[in-house]
């Protein structure tokens, strides 16, 4: 197994193998000895820092899926860690290749071409791009200088591409009239949505999460967001962790049901055990290697309201399509209207569209509240009843999406489509 970054790691083991050289003393491997039956790991190997000498990700996976009008999605990375040490995840750790410099970049330059490169793919398969960075914007000089080059590259080349980028709910201090003013450019330059973490509605879970940030300021920033018509189709939560107690559930809940995200996928959604994070967590051993669920949950009311949401979750496939439907028809909205933006009423279509993800996520929403309120005194045949009673209202309400709007994803790719007046301008 390659450790961290493989480019290097990878080319040196291959190049090894092939001239029948000792492949052990690679660095950055680790590996199971057959004589021993111990696993030996060799030493780890540097960060790379200067990514710009890296070659741009070859595509020609997404050029023969493309050939065969297969959707995909087209990612990039324009910076490797995260300067952001949240107790669950470790990106802060794996992402940075466990180097001092938290968060290494490529040039702007260096990312708009590779831009350059991918925007005829990007058009072709009527889509957008994702930039994978675990935070692409932050509050640093460093960051907002990358963000500042990264703009003008884009103005410069007259490149406009549809892009989505991930986000904190403290990226932009939206006191600051210069932050607004980014946010608007950022927009004029291509993206489309952000992905907020915003991982609780509760205050107490996002302090263990060492979030540095309230749930009230994460809602700020998504109806920000919304009222520029650049809230992403989903955002991160993480609704159960191993010390919940039913009031957090309840206060996520809520939250989620106030930004439009209140889907039964997102009311179940846990904590995982990752490697490398801290968060403090009571494990057991993993059954596998990628058993990230080895906890119990402290309060007995707690695991048994989520083995209910997940046994519904595991046999009935309405729940997967409640979010999946959802965030397909967000995210083609927000690319027809890109690549359209005369051909209808799309600010119309967005209202009309949330009402009705609204009434169904309502479904969703008072269900589970229902089960945190009343689950203790229910017997198994209450508790069947309600469970019918809520999947038959998902399915009517499902209907009633896909029939209003489903054609939204059978749009034909030549129908609302303006074509650039040449490979590097989309507009």
Known sequence: MIRG????????????????RDWRQTSGLSYLDAHTRRCVRTASRPAIEQL??????????ARRAIAKHRKIEIGILAQRGC???????????????????????????HVVAEMVQLAPLIV?????????????????????????????????????????????????DLNKPGDQALITRLKSVGMISTYIGLESGSDDTLALYNKHVNASDSENMFEYF??????????GCMTFQQDSTLADIAQTVRFLRRLGLCSLWNCLSRAETLPGIKLEMRTHKRETCWDVYNYQFT???????????????????????????????????????????HAMDWLGLEHALEARIGAMQAVTSEFVLGL??????????????????????????????????????????SAVTTRPHHANCVH
Request: glycine fraction near 4%.
């Open 5 to 20: 970054e493989g480019e290097a790691s990878f080319a040196e083991l291959a190049q090894a193998l092939d001239a029948g």
């Open 372 to 413: 945190i309120d009343q689950l203790p005194g229910w017997n198994e045949t209450m508790l069947e009843h309600a469970i019918h009673q809520y999947l038959g209202a998902l399915d009517q309400a499902l209907d009633a999406l896909h029939a209003s709007y489903g054609w939204l994803l059978t749009l034909p790719i």
């Open 124 to 172: 072709e398969n009527r889509s957008f791009l994702r930039f994978y960075d675990a935070t692409f914007v932050t509050q640093s000089r460093r960051n907002r200088a990358w963000i500042d080059d990264f703009c003008t590259a884009l103005e410069q080349r007259k490149l406009r591409i549809p892009f989505d980028v991930f986000v904190r709910a403290n990226s932009f």
């Open 226 to 235: 919304r009222s520029q018509h650049i809230q992403g189709s989903t955002n």
């Open 299 to 341: 309060d007995s009311r707690v695991a048994r309201l989520y083995a209910v949401l997940y046994s519904i979750h595991a046999n009935h496939s309405s729940i997967k399509l409640e979010d999946g439907l959802v965030r397909a028809l967000r995210d083609r909205l927000r690319i027809e209207s890109f690549y359209a933006p």
């Open 83 to 109: 300067p952001f040490p949240c107790s669950f995840c470790n990106a802060n750790r794996f992402l940075s290749n466990e180097a001092i410099t938290a968060v290494r970049q490529r040039s702007a330059e």
């Open 52 to 61: 710009d000498a890296l070659p741009f990700a070859d595509r020609a996976v």
